[in-house]
């Protein structure tokens, strides 16, 4: 395969890199990817992640695991050992729903390495259409606020929720951005912040529980997230705590915007209840790890409830921000949205 670099993934020489998302910011470490082992646990530890990313990775793989020589049944074990990887980002399904259509070509090989190489440019794109499509409902001067991680990281381009901001924020829109940090593996601290101080927008930092006073205080314009599936009824599942923020901001009377390509979205899934939410372990509640080292704070045999997202229901969101255009509450109301997800 071409080389290929992005913020979070690269190719050199036909290996697989990937950034490593955990040792960020304190450094910046890149992880070789050298078989489906490799990268199902990259992906299980969060090393990388983001709904794109993850399939963006997975068929990168299959296309360099075909070019080294591995059979079609091989690839086909390989393709569904990485589709179990994780159960909600739905994106990781649909890329490798095209990749299987592309294994089964006679000459697959070829057919996987371009279909990889589409995927990665289709995410591109679709993170600038969002963008274009977002900004214009961001108002000048806003105070924005934002959970999670979904920028360049988390995609192949500038992202989701945070292109959008990126965007708005190039056209002198954008006074403030409050990032969540983000509990409990701080993806907000640890990344978004991070992320935020490179492109060069203004930020502060705010614990969870600190949201719901900054919107008390009339200090949020707008809240913006990202999605790891959208049902065909428009119910969001994305990172814990994404819920909380659209019950606080319905009550404020505060915009709620998803942000996510068309990847995200599940015609199959026919609401919230329907989407598959990934427990993950307790040592992520009881303590913190990190480049920085490992800590406990909690009773070392504590009950832990650890689900890695929630659902918001549709009645809660002001619009969905796709590559293909913004989908209103109206719409989803008039089965527009159906229509959309097909």
């Known amino acids: ?42 992906i299980q530890t969060l090393r990388v992640r983001g709904a794109p990313l993850i399939g963006l990775s997975a068929s990168l793989l299959l296309a360099l695991l075909a070019e080294k020589g591995l059979s079609q049944a091989e690839l086909a074990q390989a393709l569904e050992t990485l589709r179990a990887s994780r159960p909600t980002a739905v994106n990781l399904m649909n890329n490798l729903d095209r990749m299987k259509l592309a294994l089964a070509q006679p000459q697959f090989v070829a057919a996987l390495a371009q279909e990889a190489q589409r995927l990665v440019e289709e995410d591109r794109a679709l993170c600038e259409r969002i963008a274009d499509h977002g900004t214009t409902l961001v108002k000048p001067n806003s105070r924005l606020l934002t959970h999670c991680n979904t920028g360049g990281l988390a995609t192949a381009g500038i992202g989701t929720a945070i292109g959008v901001l990126l965007r708005a ?72 705590g994404t819920y909380s923020l659209a019950v606080l901001a319905h009550y404020h009377q505060i915009p709620f915007y998803v942000a996510a390509p068309h990847t995200t979205l599940d015609p199959a899934c026919p609401h919230g209840r329907s989407i598959p ?49 913004v989908v209103t509450p109206q719409d989803v109301q008039e089965g527009i949205f159906q229509t959309a997800l097909k």
Not at 2 to 31: F, G, H, Y
Not at 187 to 194: E, H
Request: glycine content about 8%; proline content about 5%.
């Open 277 to 325: 939410i990934e427990q993950r372990a307790a040592a992520e509640v009881t303590g913190v790890s990190g480049s920085f080292g490992n800590c406990q704070w909690a009773p070392q045999n504590a009950a832990v409830y650890n689900p890695a997202f929630d659902v918001t229901p549709a009645e809660l969101i002001s619009g969905w921000v796709l590559d293909t255009g």
């Open 169 to 240: 924020h190039q056209q002198g829109k954008v006074e403030q951005v409050w990032v969540d940090e983000t509990r409990p593996l701080l993806q907000g601290g640890r990344l978004t912040a991070w992320e935020l101080g490179e492109l060069g927008i203004p930020y502060q930092l705010i614990c969870d529980s600190m949201a719901a006073s900054l919107m008390a205080q009339g200090q949020v314009d707008a809240i913006w997230v990202g999605a790891d599936r959208i049902a065909a009824n428009g119910d969001v599942a994305n990172k814990i």
């Open 1 to 42: 395969m071409q080389t290929l670099n992005t913020t979070s993934l690269k190719i050199v020489d036909n290996q697989l890199w990937i950034l490593d998302q955990q040792a960020l910011p304190q450094e910046k470490r890149w992880c070789p990817c050298p078989d489906v082992t490799s990268l199902v646990e990259h």
